[in-house]
């Protein structure tokens, strides 16, 4: 059974900082392109971030240089770290993950990130 959990999100300050974690199980986590996507009420869902299997990155453009995703083979773990937090990064993250040849993708429940202005 495939199983991506969520966790660090929270209520912070604007101009402060977050890291999410996302463990994942039942999948062979180093072949599988990792991602952070949010939603917030009323808007639709939308990629942050991006990490595939040979590392290459990108980036939703509204957090460049203020977010950083990462992951830990080792671990089954992907991250994400939000540094100066803005209001409209308020939203629900879902953690995801999908197969590069199958693209069978998977999906966390999400963890709530709140940011107060």
């Known amino acids: 059974q495939v199983q991506l959990v969520e966790s660090g999100g929270g209520l912070v300050q604007a101009g402060g900082s977050l890291r999410l974690s996302c463990a994942a199980s039942?999948?062979?986590?180093?072949?599988?392109?990792m991602g952070w996507s949010r939603q917030a009420p009323g808007k639709q869902r939308e990629l942050v971030a991006r990490i595939s299997s040979g590392g290459n990155i990108i980036y939703l453009d509204s957090v460049k240089g203020r977010f950083t995703i990462s992951r830990d083979n080792a671990k089954n773990t992907v991250y994400l770290q939000m540094n100066s937090l803005k209001a409209e990064d308020t939203a629900n993250y879902y953690c995801h993950a999908d197969h590069p040849r199958t693209h069978q993708n998977y999906w966390g429940r999400g963890t709530q990130v709140t940011v107060s202005s």
């Open positions: 039942g999948i062979i986590f180093s072949i599988n392109n």
